[in-house]
């Protein structure tokens, strides 16, 4: 992987250098992960001008989970306290010779910034926007391997619940138990804080568990991830609690699913990201459902859970291949309930079967 991740730094510092900026401060902790294989905690990595560090803070009482790349130099700073790494980078940028420095300015806070410009006075602050996050977009076949056994952790975690008695048991009780699970078949830990959500509750986005408890007829909406390797994936189902769902719920349904799956279908690449939202929100406007929908149909996945591309209707941009998406459209009906059905897929060439989809629990509709 050493190459990867020294590939994915020479395609940086080339952008870096286009702008007229000798060197880079990666300071977003997910953003120093893609470049140098590992981020421990408050460390920063300096594309400098004659090398490249990680620099990092004084050593945690625990060893890190993933080692950085071993290509790359790692720089501790001394003390039982210690600075900055970031401002210490900016001097070290300083001292090679480096006269501008790009930074992300969406990550550093206002008084951060000024202590770059106070420690390295020489030095011109450049901002280096989304650069990283633009050059994420696109994913190695390693990524989404890495995504796609976190997948299958996350659908096994779900197989597994749905195997057990719901019924008088709490949202939090399930989402903890959940979580648990994830841990139990290899998982880093959870994607986002797990979503279990029943009766007027279910099908709301977002939903942070309570201690209501499973009854008889409600919908139950679930909406889980798990993190592998630090990359993450998404899935959302919903369920009927007892023997068979009411007519309204199967209509809910077929209308919800119908919309995921037009959705799904318009992930090929260059489809623009508008058009994918529309395909899945046309779906349950053409049902009178205009009212209380979410602000998006998907969003990119993969270091973090929310990424690039965003599948919304004032999206700008086409999909490309090997970009890992959700596609998650929803109805809630308030005092009722609703419906969430959500999956992570990869957008790949028709020639190439079209897109994966990385979690396979079942959409039907389960009563348990």
């Known amino acids: 992987m050493s190459e990867v991740y020294a590939a994915r730094r020479t395609r940086l510092r080339e952008y870096c250098n286009a702008g007229g900026s000798a060197a880079a401060l990666i300071s ?4 120093v992960r893609y ?3 590992a981020a421990p905690q408050g460390a920063v990595l300096l594309l400098g001008k004659t090398e490249d560090l990680l620099v990092c803070g004084p050593s945690p009482d625990r060893p890190p989970v993933e080692r950085p790349d071993e290509a790359l130099r790692v720089q501790t700073l001394p003390g039982a306290v210690g600075g900055d790494p970031a401002v210490a980078a900016a001097g070290i940028a300083q001292g090679q010779g480096a006269d501008s420095l790009a930074v992300e300015e969406h990550h550093l806070t206002v008084a951060r910034h000024r202590a770059l410009g ?19 977009v696109v994913k190695d076949e390693e990524e989404i391997s890495c995504m796609r056994i976190g997948a299958e952790i996350a659908d096994q975690a ?9 019924v008088g048991r709490t949202e939090r009780h399930l989402a903890l138990e959940l979580e648990r699970r994830l841990v139990d078949h290899g998982a880093d830990g959870p994607a986002f804080p797990t979503s279990v959500a029943t009766g007027p509750n279910s099908g709301r986005p977002g939903h942070r568990p309570t201690d209501r408890r499973v009854e008889e007829g409600d919908f139950l909406s679930v909406c889980l991830g798990a993190t592998y390797r630090g990359y993450r994936c998404e ?6 609690i007892g023997t068979a769902p009411a007519d309204w719920q ?11 799956r037009a959705g799904r279908e318009s992930l090929v690449p260059g489809a623009a990201c508008r058009d994918v939202d529309r395909a ?12 209380g929908l979410t602000a998006l149909t998907g969003h990119g996945v993969g270091l973090e859970i929310d990424e690039d591309p965003q599948l919304s209707p004032a999206a700008m941009g086409k999909l490309d291949a090997c970009v890992p998406v959700t596609v998650e ?34 959409k039907e509709l389960l009563a348990l």
């Open 28 to 31: 977003r902790p997910a953003n």
């Open 35 to 37: 470049l140098a294989g």
């Open 118 to 136: 106070s420690v390295a006075p020489r030095l011109r602050l450049a901002n280096l926007g989304g650069a990283v996050e633009q050059l994420r």
């Open 158 to 166: 779900l197989g597994e619940l749905l195997e057990s008695i719901l």
């Open 235 to 240: 899935i959302g189902r919903t369920f009927v």
């Open 250 to 260: 199967i209509e809910l349904y077929d209308l919800v699913f119908a919309a995921q």
């Open 280 to 291: 899945a929100r046309q779906v349950l406007g053409s049902a009178g459902y205009t009212e």
């Open 329 to 362: 459209p929803g109805v809630h009906l308030p005092g009722r309930g609703g419906v969430r059905i959500d999956d992570t897929l990869v957008v790949r060439p028709e020639a190439d079967g079209g897109p994966e989809l990385l979690t396979i629990t079942t």
